[in-house]
């Protein structure tokens, strides 16, 4: 079943954070589940259905003040659900909005500081047989985290459009390690032992995985021990994260590849001695977003067996449509540069096919910068709130979207300016009134729905204008039977004394 985002009542706005360097890459220290660990000493005994696209459904909360500030811009959301699913295109699985997305207001939720208040706030607020992500300002202090028995959080600045953040914790959500499993800690689980990377590695390291484990457990500390991952691969298949087409890494923090080769500046020193450079390009290493891109063949047939046998209440049969528009469509209204009375001001675009959804951008400037208001709506109109500016140039964009494509274009835009008189009360008055479908197929009733209650005059007439409907309406739904139309277009006039609007429709047959 699909399902819609809502309206937002309200522009979301989103205020200056700190940056992205303050925070830890990634707050899901090492970390290897008995799922994985039974998968790999046998990965050809499980089902991995190469050749299939797997769509896995996906509950998104956007968490905010208890004031309704500081949620993360929907255009940045959607740039980012659009980078998740590219990040994935190659591992053949897809992310879809199962629910419509959510806005909690909660302050204490929005910065929080433990990865345990992190697990409250999941707790409070998940949707079953789904993967849930919640995105914040401050995520216990870190870029992001995965916690297996409730969900991903994911700070505001690691959740833009050229991040990985995302993709990393959804990995780690599919059973993915991080390359360097074990090395957190250094060679010591409390970071007590320190290492040279210009010495030979230990053969082994330890971690601590206290509130990472399947449940959560509050008063145990739970430590393991990983063998070092040697670059001769004589250990790959059970060393660090046990995928032999994983380099070597021991770099559990932050770093920066090298621009051509696309490995880290730092050399380190397996167990035999043999020296190397860790890969960055890989999006479950600790490389910088412009050095990550790819999981390895073994990562991924991990992650698809893993949907497939551990969480195939995940997995449905979606029946997916991108929407289609090939050409911008029109501004139905308001015209171009038109006054309209800042109070209530009524936007509407031509329908796109297969679309759901769409994101709506409101500003005072050409550029689009500082929208003063910024939503996610699932119909082709909205009444904006009150515009707090009168007498000035406005300017508005749509993009199209549905619930399994987020990567979609700007459809149109258009402009308009802000009187503070209400001369202009009764034609939007007429443009809010709603005409639905816009194309029709035979004997499909049209529906005129007037909701503001003003008595309006309804013409249909073919292109050559001859008359085919004419009527007077006052508020409420009108059903209009068009069983002997002919196929073509029509326009449909409303009428307000001198004020007039005029929309087209089509019957096909």
């Not at 038109?338 to 096919?353: I, M």
Request: glycine content about 6%.
């Amino acid at each position: 079943m699909k399902y819609l985002f809502t309206l937002l009542a309200s522009c979301i706005c989103l205020s200056s954070f700190g940056q992205k360097e303050n925070l830890a890459p990634c707050g899901s220290p090492s970390y290897k589940s008995q799922w994985l660990k039974s998968y790999q000493k046998s990965p050809d005994n499980y089902q991995k259905r190469s050749g299939e696209v797997l769509w896995v459904p996906m509950s998104v909360t956007l968490v905010g003040t208890n004031q309704g500030l500081d949620f993360i811009s929907t255009p940045a959301l959607m740039e980012a659900l659009c980078t998740l699913n590219e990040d994935f295109e190659e591992s053949e699985i897809q992310f879809y909005l199962a629910t419509p997305v959510k806005y909690l207001k909660s302050t204490e939720y929005a910065d929080h500081q433990s990865v345990l208040k992190g697990a409250e706030m999941m707790f409070a607020n998940n949707e079953p047989n789904m993967i849930n992500t919640y995105i914040m300002e401050n995520a216990a202090g870190n870029c992001g985290y995965n916690l297996p028995y409730a969900g991903i959080a994911l700070s505001i600045n690691c959740a833009q459009p050229d991040d990985h953040t995302w993709s990393h914790e959804v990995g780690h959500n599919l059973s993915l390690p991080h390359p360097f499993l074990g090395w957190e800690g250094g060679v010591s689980h409390d970071n007590s032992v320190s290492h040279n990377f210009s010495d030979p590695a230990p053969e082994r390291v330890t971690y601590d995985y206290t509130y990472f484990q399947d449940t959560l457990i509050l008063d145990t500390m739970i430590i393991d021990t990983a063998y070092v991952e040697k670059i001769d691969g004589s250990n790959c298949d059970f060393a660090a994260d046990g995928f032999c087409d994983t380099k070597p890494d021991y770099l559990a923090y932050r770093w920066n590849c090298n621009s051509s080769t696309l490995e880290s500046s730092e050399i380190q020193t397996d167990p035999n001695g043999e020296t190397f450079k860790s890969d960055g390009t890989l999006i479950m290493s600790y490389a910088s977003d412009n050095c990550s891109s790819r999981f390895s063949p073994e990562q991924i047939a991990a992650m698809r067996a893993n949907l497939i046998d551990e969480k195939p209440n995940y997995l449905g049969n979606e029946n997916v449509i991108d929407p289609t528009s090939d050409d911008e469509v029109s501004v139905i209204t308001p015209e171009y540069l038109s006054e309209v009375y800042y109070k209530d001001v009524y936007l509407e675009w031509e329908e796109v096919e297969n679309a759901s959804l769409y994101m709506v951008q409101v500003t005072r400037l050409s550029n689009f910068a500082g929208p003063v208001f910024d939503t996610i709506i699932n119909t082709n109109y909205i009444t904006l709130p009150e515009l707090k500016f009168e007498n000035h140039k406005h300017y508005f964009r749509v993009k199209a979207f549905n619930e399994y494509n987020f990567c979609g274009e700007y459809i149109t835009n258009g402009a308009f300016t802000t009187t503070d008189t209400e001369t202009n009360v009764v034609e939007q008055s007429l443009a809010s009134i709603k005409i639905r479908p816009t194309l029709l197929t035979y004997g499909e009733n049209l529906n005129i729905d007037n909701e503001n209650g003003i008595e309006v005059e309804i013409i249909i007439t073919d292109v050559v204008g001859k008359p085919v409907y004419r009527s007077y309406a006052k508020g409420g739904s009108q059903n209009i039977s068009t069983e002997n139309w002919d196929s073509g277009v029509y326009l449909v006039t409303l009428r307000k004394g001198n004020s007039t609007i005029t929309r087209k429709i089509a019957m096909t047959k």
